[in-house]
Nanobody, 124 residues
């Protein structure tokens, strides 16, 4: 299986910044896409940023110009730099990865995994 572990959340005032990171581990063959989603209290999870192996990036309209996603393809780490934070950015941020891994029978299987989340709170 593939495990994802996020870090970097915390408390920040409006206008502040944070850097989130997420490391993928396991018997990974390759990761096609990595991304970040978030879930605010009482709302559904939304994907806010994603990046493919060749560096193609997509962002939700609500974060364009403020969030920057990047990745280390060698170490299977994805980063999210969040700037100009607003109270509405308060949420649990989850890392996502999609790719292939070797199962217990050494056969390739696809995966689409989420981490446990890291909390970001923007307060005045």
């Amino acid at each position: 299986q593939v495990q994802l572990v996020e870090s970097g959340g915390g408390l920040v005032q409006p206008g502040g910044s944070l850097s989130l990171s997420c490391a993928a581990s396991g018997d990974i063959f390759g990761i096609h896409a990595m991304g970040w989603g978030r879930q605010a209290p009482g709302k559904q999870r939304e994907l806010v940023a994603s990046i493919t192996t060749d560096g193609s990036r997509t962002y939700a309209d609500s974060v364009k110009g403020r969030f920057t996603i990047s990745r280390d393809n060698i170490r299977n780490i994805v980063y999210l730099r969040v700037n100009s934070l607003k109270p509405e950015d308060t949420a649990v941020y989850y890392c996502n990865a999609q790719g292939q891994y070797y199962n217990s029978h050494s056969k390739l299987e696809t995966f689409d995994s989420w981490g446990q989340g890291t909390e970001v709170t923007v307060f005045s």
